[in-house]
């Protein structure tokens, strides 16, 4: 695969989406060990879009993140004002057009794996609270309520956790789990040693079948694309708890809803959500939300939503912010980058 290579002094590096504590890690990195790039980051808060594409005027990459939509238009617009890289400061890729930017001539890289842990101990979280009703429980003491009647939970201990995809949130997130003395099972076409110490692999419907709670690490993809749907949902234990802290997508909400209301689910807890890019990053708080079936998500009491939080700690972001930067290094330099995803003499990665 050919390289492209940026041939200037400086580096002009329009980042979207860019909220406070981006801008802290990014220029903190940039400051401690990446002078000699002369990156000049331009920061803005809102997302990359069509009408958003001029605030990369004079910029030779964009730096973008989950909800930054990154399609062929947008791709073509910024390739005439002569952006040349774009770099996302997140894993999944499923909001980048590849194959045009590999029309374009584009350089495209990611972050494609910082802290598993982040994710796998915020997923473990959201299991403890829906379980325990910490998030009722907080609320009723704050009111002087000490009712403890509908915060029953159960012993983690010997129940089975159905894991749908083992990479390596999925495995940090079994790693945890085993500690608690739960029997695992996974989903993932592509089988690891490391879980087969730790639970044993399994189909789909059997995991929904047998699985006390459910939780979601797979990527979103045409072929995982409402993985949890009308007809899969029917295998699910009645009374299961689904998690997914992966890509909204893998669930088609309308048929979750449906169960949630069945009793079907026992408990949803959800970090992403299909729609999320109108509403997630944003304050709402003083705004009418019109989106129907996120606002009757968020009416169930057995429904913890947060806004895609998954990955915010300060490790997490310390490896983002260092990754970030080395792949703009080998986009200056014109060296083997590999989280290239195009344009950086290495393999698109699995
Ligand atoms: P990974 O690539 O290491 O693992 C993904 C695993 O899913 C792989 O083992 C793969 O074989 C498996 N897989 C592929 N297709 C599958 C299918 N149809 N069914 C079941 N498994 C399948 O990725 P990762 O670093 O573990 O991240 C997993 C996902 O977590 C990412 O795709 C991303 O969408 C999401 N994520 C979310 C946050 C957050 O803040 N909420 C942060 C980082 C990543």
Redesign the pocket.
């Not at 997130?173 to 085993?178: D, E, F, N, P, S």
């Not at 639970?199 to 690490?217: F, K």
């Not at 930067?325 to 330099?333: E, G, M, R, V, Y």
């Given at each position: 695969m050919q390289h492209i290579k940026w041939q200037k002094p400086v580096l002009r590096v329009a980042v979207f989406s860019a909220q406070p504590y981006d801008k802290r890690f990014l220029n903190q990195i940039n400051l401690a060990h990446f002078q000699s790039l002369h990156a000049e980051l331009v920061y803005h808060i809102s997302p990359l879009s069509e009408e958003s594409v001029p605030l990369a005027a004079l910029c030779d990459a964009v730096c973008v993140f989950v909800n930054d939509c990154v399609d062929e238009p947008v791709l073509k617009l910024l390739s005439e004002q002569g952006v040349r890289g774009v770099f996302l400061r997140?894993?999944?890729f499923n909001n980048v057009d590849l194959k045009a930017a590999e029309k374009l001539g584009m350089f495209v890289a990611r972050v494609p794996?910082y802290s598993?842990e982040a994710?796998a101990e915020f997923t473990i979280a959201i299991m403890l609270t829906l379980n325990r009703r910490t998030h009722r429980a907080y609320n009723r003491v704050r009111e002087g309520n000490f009712d403890l009647n509908s915060l029953l939970g159960f012993n983690m201990h010997k129940k089975t956790v159905g894991i749908?995809?083992?990479?390596?949130?999925?495995l940090a997130v079994a790693r945890i789990l085993k500690g608690f003395g739960c029997n695992l099972v996974a989903?993932?076409?592509?089988e690891v040693e490391e879980f087969k110490a730790l639970g044993s692999y399994t189909t789909l419907d059997d995991l929904l079948q047998q699985s006390d709670i459910v939780t979601l690490?797979?990527?979103?993809m045409d072929?995982?694309k409402h993985?949890i749907n009308r007809s899969s949902l029917k295998c699910l234990k009645t009374g299961a708890m689904l998690i997914n802290?992966?890509?909204g997508g893998l669930i088609d909400t309308s048929a979750v809803i449906d169960a949630l209301k069945s009793g079907k689910i026992g408990a949803l807890g959800l970090?992403?959500y299909e729609e999320e890019a109108n509403l997630f990053y944003v304050d709402h708080s003083a705004d009418i939300i019109h989106d129907d079936v996120f606002q009757r998500l968020v009416t169930f009491p057995n429904v913890l939503v947060t806004g895609?939080?998954?990955?915010l700690t300060e490790e997490a972001l310390t490896e983002i912010a260092e990754t970030t930067f080395q792949n703009l290094q080998h986009f200056a330099d014109g060296t083997e980058c590999k989280n290239a995803l195009v344009g950086g003499g290495a393999k698109t990665a699995k």
């Amino acid at each position: 695969m050919q390289h492209i290579k940026w041939q200037k002094p400086v580096l002009r590096v329009a980042v979207f989406s860019a909220q406070p504590y981006d801008k802290r890690f990014l220029n903190q990195i940039n400051l401690a060990h990446f002078q000699s790039l002369h990156a000049e980051l331009v920061y803005h808060i809102s997302p990359l879009s069509e009408e958003s594409v001029p605030l990369a005027a004079l910029c030779d990459a964009v730096c973008v993140f989950v909800n930054d939509c990154v399609d062929e238009p947008v791709l073509k617009l910024l390739s005439e004002q002569g952006v040349r890289g774009v770099f996302l400061r997140c894993a999944g890729f499923n909001n980048v057009d590849l194959k045009a930017a590999e029309k374009l001539g584009m350089f495209v890289a990611r972050v494609p794996a910082y802290s598993p842990e982040a994710v796998a101990e915020f997923t473990i979280a959201i299991m403890l609270t829906l379980n325990r009703r910490t998030h009722r429980a907080y609320n009723r003491v704050r009111e002087g309520n000490f009712d403890l009647n509908s915060l029953l939970g159960f012993n983690m201990h010997k129940k089975t956790v159905g894991i749908v995809g083992v990479g390596k949130i999925g495995l940090a997130v079994a790693r945890i789990l085993k500690g608690f003395g739960c029997n695992l099972v996974a989903y993932d076409p592509y089988e690891v040693e490391e879980f087969k110490a730790l639970g044993s692999y399994t189909t789909l419907d059997d995991l929904l079948q047998q699985s006390d709670i459910v939780t979601l690490h797979c990527p979103f993809m045409d072929s995982t694309k409402h993985l949890i749907n009308r007809s899969s949902l029917k295998c699910l234990k009645t009374g299961a708890m689904l998690i997914n802290t992966s890509r909204g997508g893998l669930i088609d909400t309308s048929a979750v809803i449906d169960a949630l209301k069945s009793g079907k689910i026992g408990a949803l807890g959800l970090d992403v959500y299909e729609e999320e890019a109108n509403l997630f990053y944003v304050d709402h708080s003083a705004d009418i939300i019109h989106d129907d079936v996120f606002q009757r998500l968020v009416t169930f009491p057995n429904v913890l939503v947060t806004g895609h939080q998954a990955f915010l700690t300060e490790e997490a972001l310390t490896e983002i912010a260092e990754t970030t930067f080395q792949n703009l290094q080998h986009f200056a330099d014109g060296t083997e980058c590999k989280n290239a995803l195009v344009g950086g003499g290495a393999k698109t990665a699995k």
